[in-house]
């Protein structure tokens, strides 16, 4: 079993940055391979960045690249996006999600393939 705590969200002005935190627990941390995904009333849980399990790849929503970054600290066993640049468009509650499959590029994106979520953070962006 896995568990996630995300941290790091907030109110935040247009233009703005934000680092969100997943701390993780309850399985090696190096063989996860972890997402954030993001979710706004009515809507499915939209991609955000992935980064895969050994630190062997990263993918990231196309409109998004440039303006987020994920790394993983595998010795903290926590995970991390840097939002930089934040628009109102980018308010969410934002989740972490992990994997226990070494998943394939284009699988990165799919929710459906991880099987731990943590509760989420919201991040609201507004002047």
């Known amino acids: 079993q896995v568990q996630l705590l995300e941290s790091g969200g907030g109110l935040v002005h247009p233009g703005g940055s934000l680092r969100l935190s997943c701390e993780a627990s309850?399985?090696?941390?190096?063989?996860?391979?972890l997402a954030w995904f993001r979710q706004i009333p009515g809507n499915g849980r939209e991609f955000v960045a992935a980064v895969k399990r050994n630190n062997y790849g990263t993918s990231y929503k196309n409109s998004l690249k440039g303006r987020v970054t994920i790394s993983r600290d595998n010795a903290k066993k926590t995970l991390y996006l840097q939002m930089n640049n934040l628009e109102p468009d980018d308010t969410a509650v934002y989740f972490c999600a992990a994997s226990t499959r070494g998943l394939i590029t284009s699988s990165l994106a799919d929710d459906q393939q991880y099987e731990h979520w943590g509760q989420g953070t919201q991040v609201t962006v507004s002047s």
């Open positions: 309850g399985r090696a941390f190096i063989d996860l391979t």
